[in-house]
């Protein structure tokens, strides 16, 4: 299905870091305007990402989570970035163990400094909008650190990883 432009209206899920990483990449090439439609298929298990538009320097990705979510404490060094609920909840824990619960259009801001894990609650799948923007060369989404200042795995987390169910029939935008 697409768009008047003939942009898809639900895009491809990513399966994995090298496609997640060639996608940005990909994107970054673009020099012109992009514009895009939000929408996702909804997870019955596991989480997607669509990545809808990317620079050198900034990300935007369309997330969907049926349960858990990033569980790990983590930050993210040389990248600020936001969330944005689109529909479902979350609870966001700082390095602290505070727990913020957030709902549809509520948002949290992440500088690089911060850290963060977050699950997805209650009955609905979650939807969030990531916005990332780099600080630093170097920096970006796929690097993390632990709260012991460690790299740490970060996109598709190798055996943490759950298994992909997409609903049939159940739809975001």
Do not use: W
């Amino acid at each position: 299905m697409t768009t008047r432009d003939g942009n898809e209206i639900v895009p491809p899920v990513i399966g994995g870091a090298a496609e997640y990483l060639g996608r940005l990449e990909e994107l970054a090439k673009n020099k012109d305007a992009q514009f895009f439609h939000l929408s996702a298929r909804l997870p019955r298990q596991g989480r997607t990402d669509t990545i809808y538009a990317a620079s050198d320097t900034m990300s935007v990705i369309l997330k969907t989570y049926a349960l858990a979510g990033e569980n790990e404490l983590h930050r993210h060094p040389g990248e600020d970035h936001m969330f944005v609920v689109l529909d479902g909840e979350a609870e966001f824990m700082g390095r602290n163990g505070e727990i913020t619960r957030v709902g549809k259009y509520d948002g949290v801001f992440l500088p690089d400094t911060a850290y963060y894990c977050f699950k997805a609650v209650g009955d609905e799948p979650l939807v969030l909008l990531r916005v990332g923007a780099k600080t630093e060369p170097s920096g970006g989404i796929v690097s993390r650190y632990d709260p012991l200042e460690q790299p740490t795995e970060g996109l598709y987390q190798g055996k943490k990883a759950v298994e992909l169910i997409l609903h049939e029939d159940k739809f975001f935008g």
